[in-house]
């Protein structure tokens, strides 16, 4: 099946540095979207890509669609405390399911 | 700003029981989804619905999950005899069109806890 492999696994950092984690596939998808999740709470979008090589910000968010159409990466400048979380990536092929990596979960000491 | 709802936002249930979760997309949303994520785990399809029919379903979604709406503001997803390993948290989601460029919102999710 389709699968995505996200890293790292998990980040500590302080606050300040800037974060990057990518997303890698076997399989070509037509758009990719990084998620953040708090704990007890659903998927927040934060950033869809829809074009091969497309680079798209989103305030201290920036995140990059392969050319390949199959690796994305997400990176997030001068971290701050609530930039704690996990982040998703999810890739979508035509009009349906999401297919999600396994997560980055990000820690942030002050 | 529209949201996903969904309720309750805990259940603990018995193994073999049935539960039903509930979820109001946004309103003028035409495509809904079930999607659970087990503890520590990445977030898995379940289900798709369009046009009061299943679009899509993964290998997880057998014969003890149904998926229905029955008003014009519901959509439910159903556990017929839950199992210990159906314990997770599950979202709804919502979108307004099958173009790949609209995106899907999440509710809050349901966390179930199966004993």
């Known amino acids: 099946g389709q699968q995505l492999n996200q890293s790292p696994q998990s980040m500590f950092i302080q606050e300040g540095e800037d974060v990057s984690m990518n997303c890698t596939s076997s399989s070509i998808f037509n758009t990719w979207l990084w998620y953040k999740q708090d704990p007890g709470e659903g998927p927040v979008l934060l950033i869809a890509l829809y074009k091969a090589g497309e680079l798209t910000s989103n305030g201290r968010l920036t995140a990059q669609f392969g050319i390949t159409r199959k690796d994305s990466f997400l990176n997030i400048s001068a971290s701050i405390p609530s930039d704690v979380g996990i982040y998703f990536c999810a890739g979508q092929k035509g009009a349906q399911k999401l297919v999600f990596g396994q997560g980055t979960r990000l820690t942030i000491n002050p | 700003e529209p949201e996903v709802t969904q309720t309750p936002s805990h259940q603990v249930t018995q193994m073999g029981q049935e539960v039903i979760l509930r979820c109001v997309p946004i309103s003028n949303h035409l495509y809904f989804y079930w999607y659970r994520q087990i503890l520590g785990q990445k977030v898995e399809f379940l289900v798709s619905?369009?046009?009061?029919?299943?679009?899509?379903k993964s290998e997880i979604f057998d014969d003890q999950f149904s998926v229905e709406r029955p008003d014009g503001s519901n959509f439910t997803l159903k556990i017929r005899s839950t199992k210990l390993e159906d314990s997770a948290m599950y979202f709804c989601a919502s979108s307004g069109s099958r173009t790949y460029q609209e995106t899907q919102y999440f509710g809050p999710g349901t966390r179930l806890l199966v004993l």
């Open positions: 619905f369009y046009n009061n029919e299943i679009s899509e």
